[in-house]
Structures are given as structure tokens and as C-alpha cells.
């Protein structure tokens, strides 16, 4: 005789006989929201109350357990019941409870299983403690139960790299108890019958001691300090599972302290930022709608683009027709492409068996023709108009009728491409950034005339990619170079006016970003700025400060940073080190100039730096370039090393706010009006209190 009750929206009981199951079904990955708190812990009091089920076994409807607290209910007022609260009223039940879980049991999910007295894994499950990829640490228990459990080097290890742990090792450290194939709730039935015949052992973790190890916090905690010495609660973890070696109420009561403090950090806003802003990017009608079949696709060129991008299409289970114009050019494409794919097997991102039947999907010629069969076909061969002109024509003549041809073009106008085909509707820019394989951003650029569906099935190959499609509009540069574009000009002009290269590296090093714009520029080649300067010296403005003295001079050199051993900074062997010749040319630069160079404080060049960023994106903005401001943080963060924990320039710049942003660029204009100049969007915002973020709800 079974019966349901429905104690919240997403909690039910089914009575079956003395077991009762209670099923969390919360889609769309069943988060603890406040429905699910208090359901739960209706359920478990009401269930002891009664006293007539002698096992409770708790499961999840749909695609997976519970994924973790509800992050939507972030940075809101608490709405109690609090989840360590639940969870304890889970672990001091009477009765036995049980967790079978499924899917991915992340965070407050893991958290939840690990109150309950004994844990059955579905085959395929994943748990983890991702609460750092949120600026968070776990919050309802992990700091305190997976220690317990599996000890303090892998709770340290789960919670500071929030990885996905699989279900063997999960069973392996003591995580689950049990490993079986079936259904949620068909296993939550069978797995309480087993409690009560008693071959499924019940526990409380909180009644396990954790296993002592004071040289793995110790040696956690001094590298933390060395490595993440400005993020907040990585520290915070290791502070909360040594508390693991008190009794639960004290041990939860230093998690909680620590995850009240790490919530209430800039840290957190900026990370959650970055969740949501990675699933909204793609959440708009151009990426949803009808998409072409894409099974085979055409690379032109085999450089460190071409191949970069062939390997990414390889790894997605893509074949890849890679076309070359020279026979020892293409061989050369072919071994960077295998020696990309060694390097994924090394990284564990490719099966080592499965390396030869990926590499036997690409299809490399010199021949064009071999286009005529491609679903898809990305031109990467380098920035010049007629050649890329040449290449569509080709192209067009070519491919089979529905054949969607993109550039991966960086900057160059995607109308004027599609023009020289006789079908410009199939044409968009696909923007990879290098290492094509790695780099996550694909800024997907629509042309004047791209039809809707083969927008949508950019869209869908950045999924397939696993990567962060983000919408552009045509425009000299598009969303991230564009933008690019205009900062490293302040760059350039704070070391002309005094600041050395290395101080300018290392005030927004520490700011976050993984290297300085000098380091950066060394690494990709500081030729590749030098064209775009020549490039552009027609175009430039006769009021515009040239920026580009310093590195044209140190170009002229034939120094182009790291391939040639020499840039801003000099390569010896594995060491960077200050380049003296570089700082040579800078000092004559600025006497040519007849400019005293004077003292910049690090926070002085990380404001500046920022300022300038936050001026060009909010323009990238105002004029449709990007659709939302939330765009261009994952521009940044996916595509430019912008740290996470900032959120992006734009989810930074609300938290300095328009109004002090304003104040900034009119003092800084008083040096050049030309170049400082405070962008509409951003005085209206001033005058009217507005920020970013509420675009991003309005668009
Ligand atoms: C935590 O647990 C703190 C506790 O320790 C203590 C608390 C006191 N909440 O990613 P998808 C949405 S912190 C709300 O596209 P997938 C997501 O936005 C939490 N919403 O699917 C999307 O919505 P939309 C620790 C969430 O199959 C939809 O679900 N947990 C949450 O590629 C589908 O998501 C985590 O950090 C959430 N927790 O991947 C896990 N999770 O359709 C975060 C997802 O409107 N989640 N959504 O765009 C994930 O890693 C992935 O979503 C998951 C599924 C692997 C579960």
C-alpha cells in the first residue's frame, strides 16, 4: 500500500509500508531553495513524530540530485530554515535516513547526503564541493563531515579545487557507501529493505572522529598563503576543516562564521557573476531556433589558429577537413595538431586510446575541393582583406548549397567577406582566441546579412565546443579586441609618462590578472600590435597621443618578446627578467618627447588601466556592439584572463560606481581631453544612480 504526501511544492513522502521515501523534486537540478529546506525538514520531523516508518531513504526526481544550494538565493536575505539547520535535524533523526544520489551531488547536495546515515551512489554520479568556483566554501557541513569521512588531505583537496569526484573514488575514500545501476527511487526502496534487514550499516558522520593530519593544514595553509594570497575563502577552507577535529556544533559554527564572512565579500558577487553570466550569454533568441547539422568541418590554415581550432573541432568528435596551401605548411599543421592532442591526453582531457581515432577524423590537403562535402568551414589564414576576399570566393564556388562559411577573423569587416559569395546569409565571423583548443571564448559576430539559423548554429557549435559563444556585432575589433584596443593605449602612455613596464605588469598582477599587459604582449608577439599600428597610422586621429613609440622602436629591433628572446622583458632560459635595452629606448622615447617621467603609485595604474577598460566597454555597450554589459564581462573573463573573482570590467565598474568612475576620467582629461573622455552611458548612469548590472535585467 503506497501513499504520497506532498509536505512542500518539492518535497514529497511515499509511505510503503514502514519505509518512507522523500523525493526532492526541484527542477531544473533540484537546488536546496527554501521550498526544498523546509520540506525536507518537515518531512524528517514529521516522520519521527509518527514514529511508524522504521527507514527513511531521500532521493531526486529528474536528470540529477540535488546540484547545491539555490545560488539565486545569494546575497538576498536569508530565508531560514538555514541548511545547516536541516541537515543536523537530518543527522539527529531517530530514524534512519538514507541518501541515493544520482547525477552530480555538488555542494549543498553532497552536503545533504553526507547528514544522512548512509549513502547509495548510482552508477555515472559525480560529487563535489564546488563552493570555490563561487568565492564561497562549503556551508552546511562538507568542511565538517567529508573530513570525518575521507579524511582532511582529500576534504582539503575536493573543497579548494572543487573538482568532480568520481563515483569509484567516492566509494574508494569512504564518500559512499555503495555503488549499484538503477533507478533513484527503485534503489531508495531496495536500499532501505537492506537497512532494515540490516545488510546497509547506518551511521552518524558526526560521531566519526576525523582522522588527525595537522602537517596537511599546515603545509595547505602555507601554500595558500604563496599562491592565493588575495582570494578570500580558500584560506577561509582550511580554517573550517581543522575545526573539523572539534565536536559538530563548534566545528559548524567556525564553517558558518567562515561562509557568512566569504558571502559578504566583493569576491563571491564577482563569481556569481560569472555563473550566471556564462549560462546567459547564450540564453537569447539569436542562439535558440532551428541550426544546421554540422558534422564535418573545413579549417583554412594550418597556423597556430587554423590548428588551434581543427584540434578543438577534433576533441568535440568532429571530423576536420585542414587545408593548406603548401605541402610542408600543412605537415606543419598536422604536427601541431597531434602534438595538441598529446598534450590533451597528458592533461587528461582526451583518453589515451582514443588519440588515434580522433586524429584519423582529420582530413588534411592542399586541395580546396575537399571543402565540397563540409557542414561548416572556419577560415583562419592571417589579416589581410584580399586574401580572405580570394578565399570566399573560392569558397563560394566550392561548397554545397546550406554550407555555413565563417572567418575567424579578428577584427576585419565580416560584410565585406560575405559580399564576394552569392550567398551572404551563410556568412558569420567565428572569433577564437589562442590557444584556439584552450581558450574558452568564441566571439560569434553577425553580419549585416546572417540568417537567423546560422547564427543559432554558432551558437550550438560554441556548446559542442564547450565553449562561451558570445554575441558581437561587426565593428573594428568586435566586443574584446576592440576594447583591447583602447586600453593597452593606457598602458602605453603610463609608461611613457614614468612607470616602468614591470610595474605596470605587477600593480594589475596583483590585481588579479594572470600576467601584466607586457608580459602578454611579449608572449603573443609584439609584431602582431606593430601591423595593426601600421595598420591603422592612416585612420588615427591628428589629436591622438600615439601610443605607440616605445613598442614600434623596440620592434624595429627585431625583438617580438619571447620567440625572439627579447621584448619588453628578456628570456633566458626559463627566467624573466627585466630587459635593459627596452628600458634604453623607453628613456629616449620620453626625452624625445620632452616628457619628465613622474612617480605612478600601483592602485594609481590599476584605476587608470580600469578606467580606460570600463570607458571603451561601456561605448561597446551604448552603441549594440555587445548586447549587455554581461557580455562583455565574459568577453573578458573567458577571453582575456580578466580575473573571475572581479566579475568582468563592467560587474567591477558598478562596484566603484558611475559617479566616482566620472570623477576619475575628468580629472585624468585634464592631461588629454583627447583620450579621456567620459562615455554618455556612463554620465547618464551618474546622474541617475543607474549601474550596469540593471541593464543587464533590462536587456
Ligand atoms: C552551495 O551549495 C553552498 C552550500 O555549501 C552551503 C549553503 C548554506 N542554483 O549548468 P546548467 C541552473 S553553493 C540555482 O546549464 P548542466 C543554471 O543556472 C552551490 N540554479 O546545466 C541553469 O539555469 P538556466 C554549489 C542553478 O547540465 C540550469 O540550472 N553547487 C544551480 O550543464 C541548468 O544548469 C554548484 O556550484 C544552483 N545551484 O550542469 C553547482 N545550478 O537554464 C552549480 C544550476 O536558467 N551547477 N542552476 O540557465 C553546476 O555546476 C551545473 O549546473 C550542473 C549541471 C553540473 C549541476
Redesign the pocket.
Known amino acids: 500500500m503506497t501513499a504520497r504526501r506532498q509536505i512542500t511544492d518539492p518535497v514529497s513522502i511515499e509511505d510503503i509500508g514502514n519505509i518512507a521515501l522523500i523525493c526532492i523534486d526541484n527542477p ?2 533540484n ?1 536546496t531553495g527554501q521550498a526544498v529546506r523546509t520540506g525536507l525538514q518537515q518531512a524528517i520531523e514529521t516522520l519521527n513524530a509518527e514514529a511508524r516508518a522504521k527507514v527513511i531513504a531521500i532521493y531526486a526526481a529528474g536528470r ?1 540530485f540535488v ?6 538565493e545569494f546575497g538576498k536575505p536569508p530565508a531560514p530554515p ?3 539547520d536541516v541537515f543536523n535535524v537530518i543527522e539527529d533523526s531517530r530514524i534512519p535516513v538514507i541518501a541515493v544520489m544520482h547525477g ?1 551531488a ?4 553532497l ?1 545533504l547526503g553526507l547528514a544522512c546515515h548512509a549513502r547509495v551512489g548510482l552508477a555515472g554520479l559525480k560529487v563535489g564541493l ?2 570555490i ?2 568565492g ?1 566554501l ?3 557541513g ?1 568542511t565538517q563531515r567529508v573530513p570525518r569521512l575521507a579524511g582532511i588531505p582529500m576534504a582539503l583537496d575536493m573543497a579548494l579545487s572543487g573538482r568532480q569526484v568520481g563515483a569509484e573514488e567516492a566509494l574508494a575514500k569512504g564518500l559512499i557507501d555503495r555503488l549499484v545501476n538503477g533507478d533513484p527511487r527503485d534503489v531508495a526502496l531496495a536500499a532501505a529493505q537492506d537497512v532494515l534487514a540490516g545488510t546497509l550499516p547506518t551511521r552518524r558522520t558526526c560521531d566519526l572522529a576525523t582522522p588527525r593530519d595537522d602537517k596537511a593544514l599546515d603545509d595547505t595553509a602555507a601554500m595558500l598563503v604563496k599562491t592565493q594570497a588575495h582570494m578570500f575563502s580558500p584560506h577561509k577552507i582550511v580554517e573550517a576543516v581543522r575545526a573539523s577535529y572539534l565536536p559538530r556544533e563548534q566545528g559548524l559554527a567556525i564553517e558558518r562564521q567562515a ?1 557568512i564572512d566569504s558571502m559578504n565579500t566583493t569576491q563571491r558577487s564577482g563569481m556569481i557573476h560569472a ?2 553570466g556564462e ?1 546567459a550569454v547564450s ?1 537569447i533568441p539569436e542562439a535558440k531556433g532551428p541550426v544546421r547539422a554540422v558534422d564535418i568541418v573545413g579549417v583554412i590554415g594550418g597556423g597556430t589558429m587554423g590548428s588551434g581550432i581543427a584540434t578543438a573541432c577534433l576533441l568535440a568528435g568532429l571530423s576536420v577537413r585542414l587545408i593548406e596551401v603548401k605541402d610542408d605548411a600543412l605537415a606543419r599543421g598536422v604536427a601541431t595538431i597531434t602534438k595538441n592532442l598529446d598534450g590533451a591526453v597528458s592533461r587528461g582531457k582526451l583518453a589515451g586510446d582514443a588519440r588515434d581515432a580522433t586524429l584519423a577524423r582529420l582530413h588534411p590537403s592542399t586541395d580546396m575541393g575537399t571543402l565540397a562535402d563540409a557542414d561548416l568551414v572556419i577560415e583562419a589564414v592571417f589579416e589581410d582583406m584580399a586574401v580572405k576576399k580570394d578565399i570566399f570566393g573560392k569558397l563560394d564556388a566550392i561548397c554545397k548549397p546550406g554550407a555555413i562559411l565563417a572567418s575567424n577573423t579578428s577584427y576585419l569587416d565580416i560584410n565585406l567577406i560575405a559580399d564576394c559569395t552569392s550567398r551572404p546569409g551563410d556568412v558569420l565571423g567565428l572569433h577564437f582566441f589562442s590557444p584556439a583548443h584552450v581558450m574558452r571564448l568564441l566571439e560569434i559576430v553577425r553580419g549585416a546579412a546572417t540568417l537567423p539559423d546560422v547564427l543559432a548554429t554558432g551558437f550550438a557549435l560554441a556548446k559542442r565546443l564547450g565553449k562561451v559563444g558570445v554575441l558581437a556585432q561587426v565593428c573594428d575589433g568586435f566586443i574584446g579586441n576592440r576594447i583591447l584596443a583602447h586600453y593597452s593605449r593606457c598602458a602605453a602612455y603610463l609608461v611613457l609618462d614614468g612607470a616602468s613596464p614591470q610595474q605596470v605588469d605587477s600593480a594589475l598582477e596583483s590585481f588579479g590578472f594572470a600576467m601584466g599587459p607586457h608580459k602578454v604582449g611579449d608572449l603573443a608577439g609584439l609584431d602582431i600590435g606593430w601591423m595593426t599600428r601600421k595598420r591603422k597610422a592612416a585612420d588615427r586621429d591628428p589629436a591622438e597621443r600615439y601610443a605607440g613609440d616605445v613598442a614600434d622602436r623596440i620592434c624595429e629591433q627585431g625583438w617580438f618578446g619571447r620567440k625572439t628572446g627579447k621584448g619588453y622583458y628578456l628570456y633566458d632560459g626559463g627566467a624573466t627578467l627585466p630587459n635593459p635595452d627596452a628600458d634604453a629606448i623607453i628613456t629616449q622615447v620620453r626625452a624625445d618627447h620632452g616628457i619628465t617621467p613622474r612617480a605612478f603609485t600601483d592602485q594609481d595604474i590599476v584605476d587608470r588601466y580600469m578606467t580606460a577598460m570600463i570607458s571603451e566597454a561601456a561605448r561597446v555597450v551604448a552603441d549594440g556592439t555587445a548586447r549587455r554589459p554581461l557580455d562583455v564581462d565574459m568577453v573578458f573573463l573567458f577571453g582575456y584572463g580578466f580575473p573571475r573573482h572581479r566579475g568582468g570590467p563592467l560587474h567591477y565598474a558598478d562596484t566603484i560606481g558611475a559617479q566616482a568612475l566620472v570623477a576619475r576620467i575628468t580629472a585624468y582629461a585634464k592631461d588629454d581631453p583627447q583620450y579621456w573622455q567620459v562615455p554618455p552611458i556612463l554620465a547618464r548612469m551618474a546622474e541617475t544612480g543607474g549601474t550596469f548590472a540593471d541593464l543587464n535585467k533590462d536587456a
Open positions: 531544473p537540478v537546488a540529477t546540484a547545491g544550494a539555490d545560488i539565486r538555514a541548511l545547516p552530480t555538488l555542494g549543498g547536495g552536503e564546488p563552493e568556483n563561487l564561497l562549503p556551508g552546511a562538507g561562509f555563473f550566471f549560462r540564453n
